[in-house]
Structures are given as C-alpha cells and as structure tokens.
Nanobody, 126 residues
C-alpha cells in the first residue's frame, strides 16, 4: 500500500507556472507507475500525464502537451508535474495516483490506479 500527498497548488495568472509535487510513503515507490489527473467543478476527472515506474517513458494528454511535464525522483519517492503557460481552463483540483503497473506500462485510465492523493487546487486567473 502507498500513501500520496500532493502539494504546490495555488493561484496563478494566465501564462504563469506552477510545480506540483506528490510525496509517496509506504511500499517501494518504484513499484508504481504514477499519474496526474484533474477535475474541474461540474466536470469528470480527466487524465493529465503519467510516467513509467523507472521514469523512462511518459505520456501526456493533448490538452497539456508542450506545456506540462511529468517527472519522478525514485530516490525521493516523489513525482512532479511542471506546469507552464497555464490557462484559465487548467483550473481544477489536481490529483496524483499510483498504479501497480508492469515495468513498461504508462497507464492513462483512472481505473488503472489503485491509490490516490487528496488533491491540490490549481486556480488560473485570466
């Protein structure tokens, strides 16, 4: 089992940047592929980005490609989401999640993830 705690959210103007962090504790961090999801008010939760267990492969949603970068530091049991060129439509509650995926997998469905953090709010003003 793994526990996840997100941080780094906040209020930022359009065009600005934020870096989200998700610290994991419990079972060996490198046993999990990691993902970021977000949910805006009145909308369904959506996939943002995911990274393989060893960090040697990533995948991002089209809506954030070229602006957001997911990375991980297995020595620190932490996954990051660097968000640049933020837009008002990026406003949402951002969640990190852990998936007991195979070594080469990059899960993109929320159903693939068994562990979730509590979320951190990102608000982008226009």
């Amino acid at each position: 089992q793994v526990q996840l705690v997100e941080s780094g959210g906040g209020l930022v103007q359009a065009g600005g940047s934020l870096r989200l962090s998700c610290a994991a504790s419990g079972r060996t961090f490198s046993s999990y592929a990691m993902g970021w999801f977000r949910q805006a008010p009145g909308k369904e939760r959506e996939f943002v980005a995911a990274i393989r267990r060893r960090g040697d492969g990533t995948y991002s949603a089209d809506s954030v490609k070229g602006r957001f970068t997911i990375s991980r530091d297995n020595a620190k049991s932490t996954v990051y989401l660097q968000m640049n060129s933020l837009k008002p439509e990026d406003t949402a509650l951002y969640y990190c999640a852990a998936s007991a995926a195979s070594l080469g997998s990059i899960p993109i469905r929320s159903s693939n993830y068994g562990y979730w953090g509590q979320g951190t709010q990102v608000t982008v003003s226009s």
